[in-house]
């Protein structure tokens, strides 16, 4: 392997200090274009890279922000990481990013391994299996900047971006008693996260303003995971009253359920209307094409993004704004029309 390339051996190319190499390499002003020229030149031919770790050290600053989601393979997940990329890369930051895959001891290895790599700020978005929050002190305790967004935190001194997610399930625990559903199951995913438990609040709402009694069979906490789905279908099918709605908590689940439910013969929207959450691509390709709450993920990601790097900036102070909400908006399609 080839040696590095170091100040050292341009300045005793060019017959120069190394003072003089790193000034010209970092376009100080006291160095003149000529000799300028000629360290670029040579540290272009010899094949020289910056240092931009050890310069970092020296500057306190990194330019590069850390992210925990819970898994990259979620398409809202991906289009909030796209959001907070656009953002960082437009203000020549970089980002470092890492999946809990819904573990907490996977969630805190991912927070210690982002502190020692030196980033400016955290953006994290909680496993569903996490609940002790101790990993993060290590940030804030450092007063690095710390924001959770869509699975959040209510953490002093630390900001959240989400959507109003009991409104959410309001509105569509409302759209679908609205098509005229008296016995609407709710499938949801863990309580351990308020965005669930919230969107189960918004529905158990929409049921009290419209006079619709709420028993336990009509709640189904899971994992959301769509490999589950038959533990799902058997609730269903052992509801001792018929299901005629259901609000799902995710797109995914909500287009699993569809495609097994036709396969037992159910009509959909004839006999159980379907609406899920979030807005995936998926929604609108299945047959029929699924009702949903649009959750703004790369709207989320910008305004992430925008936001720490303001703050770190000196901008603005996130410390006065705890809670960013975005608004949502309810999609109608072909699962829930009458």
């Known amino acids: 392997m080839s040696q590095k390339v170091t100040i050292y051996d341009l300045a005793k190319q060019l017959k120069v200090s190394p003072g003089t190499v790193s000034r010209s390499l970092n376009d100080h002003a006291s160095i003149s274009k000529k000799t300028k020229d000629k360290v670029l030149a040579l540290a272009n031919e010899m094949g020289y890279r910056t240092n931009k770790f050890a310069a970092n050290l020296r500057n306190q600053k990194s330019n590069t922000l850390g992210v925990i989601v819970p898994k990259l393979n979620s398409y809202f997940m991906s289009t909030v990481l796209a959001g907070i990329e656009s953002a960082a890369s437009s203000e020549g930051y970089n980002l470092i990013i890492s ?64 959507i109003n997610n009991e409104a959410a399930g309001f509105d569509a625990t409302e759209h679908l008693i609205k098509q005229d559903c008296k016995n609407i199951l709710h499938i949801s995913g863990s309580f351990t996260r308020t965005v669930y438990r919230d969107r189960y609040l918004g529905f158990k709402k929409a049921l009290e303003k419209y006079n619709l009694p709420f028993s336990q069979e009509q709640l189904l906490e899971t994992d959301l995971d769509p490999t589950k789905i ?51 691509p998926i929604s609108e390709i299945i047959n029929p094409s699924l009702s949903t709450i649009n959750y703004p993920g790369y709207e989320m990601g910008i305004l992430a993004g925008q936001s720490i790097i303001n703050h770190l900036n000196g901008n603005i102070n996130l410390q006065s704004a705890n809670s960013i909400i975005l608004k949502h908006k309810l999609i109608i399609r072909e699962s829930t029309l009458k």
């Open 99 to 162: 999946q809990s895959l819904e573990s907490e001891a996977k969630e805190i290895s991912n927070t210690k391994a982002l502190l020692d790599s030196g980033v400016d700020a955290l953006l994290v978005s909680l496993a569903y299996e996490t609940t002790n929050y101790d990993h993060f002190n290590m940030f804030t305790n450092r007063k690095i900047p710390l924001l959770f967004f869509d699975r959040v935190l209510d953490l002093n001194n630390c900001t959240t971006i989400l």
């Open 230 to 280: 038959e533990d799902v279908i058997q609730h269903i099918l052992k509801s001792p009253n018929k299901i005629d709605g259901i609000f799902v908590a995710n797109d995914t689940m909500a287009v699993k359920c569809v495609k097994e439910l036709q396969k037992l013969n159910y009509k959909i929207p004839e006999d159980i209307k379907v609406i899920g959450f979030n807005n995936n």
